[in-house]
C-alpha cells in the first residue's frame, strides 16, 4: 500500500493555478486541450474510487473519450473527488483481491498503480500545459518507473503499458526518474506549451 494523498494534493494545489483562459490550450495529450485533459481527470477519479470500493460504475466498459462537457462547477468538485480517491485507497480491502475499471478486470494492486499513474502524470500535463511546476515524490516516481518498465517487458501478447499508453518515447541517458516515467507514457518530457 502507498498513500495517494500527496499525489491527489498537488494536483489539487495545481487546479487553482488554472485560468479560464487556459480551457482551449493544448496540452502533451494530443488532441486533448486542457479542457478535456481535466474532464478526463473528473470521470477517471471516479472511476478508480469505484475500483477501490470494488462498486460498478452506472456505465460500463472502456471510457468515454473526454469532451467539453465539464461541469461547470469544476474548481470545487474536482478537488472533493480527488480526496475521495485517496480515501478510498486508504482502505486495506482495496488492495485485495480483483476489481474493474473501464471494462478492464485487474487485481487491485495494478488498479492502485494505474490510478496513481493516471493521477500524476495528467497532473503534469496540466502543469506544464499552464506554466506550472509540479512536484512529483521520488518514492512515487521509482514506483511508477518500475511498475512501467515491468509492463513494458512482460511476455504478454499486449501489455498494460501498451493498451493505455501510445508510442514510448526515446529520452537522454542522463533522464530523471519521473522523466523516463513520462517517456514510458509516450510523453515528451521537454514538452512546453506553444508561446500564446
Known amino acids: 500500500m502507498f498513500d495517494f494523498a500527496p499525489a491527489t494534493r498537488e494536483a489539487t494545489r495545481l487546479l487553482q493555478g488554472i485560468r479560464s483562459e487556459h480551457l482551449d490550450g493544448r496540452t502533451p ?8 485533459v481535466l ?10 474510487t469505484a475500483g477501490a470500493e ?3 460504475l452506472p456505465f ?23 480526496d475521495g480517491l485517496a480515501a478510498a485507497w ?7 483481491g480483483m476489481t474493474q475499471v473501464g471494462g478492464v478486470d485487474m487485481p487491485g494492486q495494478v488498479c492502485a ?3 496513481l499513474d493516471e493521477v500524476v502524470v495528467h497532473s503534469w500535463d496540466l502543469a506544464v500545459a499552464t506554466g506550472q511546476t509540479i512536484a512529483v515524490d521520488p518514492a512515487v516516481a521509482a514506483t511508477l518507473l ?7 517487458t512482460d511476455q504478454d501478447d499486449l501489455p498494460l503499458r501498451s493498451v493505455i499508453f501510445g508510442e514510448v518515447v526515446q529520452v537522454v541517458d542522463q533522464a530523471t ?6 517517456a514510458l507514457t509516450g510523453r515528451d518530457p521537454q514538452w512546453r506549451a506553444p508561446a500564446s
Do not use: I, M, Y
Not at 90 to 96: D, G
Not at 177 to 182: G, I, K, R
Open 29 to 36: 495529450c494530443e488532441k486533448w486541450p486542457v479542457v478535456q
Open 39 to 48: 474532464n478526463h481527470l473528473h470521470g477517471l477519479s471516479q472511476a478508480f
Open 54 to 56: 470494488k462498486r460498478p
Open 60 to 82: 460500463d466498459g472502456p471510457p468515454p473519450e473526454p469532451d467539453a462537457g465539464l461541469p461547470e462547477n469544476w474548481r470545487a468538485e474536482l478537488p472533493q473527488l480527488l
Open 90 to 96: 486508504t482502505r486495506p480491502e482495496a488492495w485485495e
Open 113 to 115: 498503480l494505474v490510478a
Open 146 to 152: 518500475e511498475f512501467w518498465s515491468a509492463q513494458d
Open 177 to 182: 526518474v519521473f522523466e523516463q516515467v513520462l
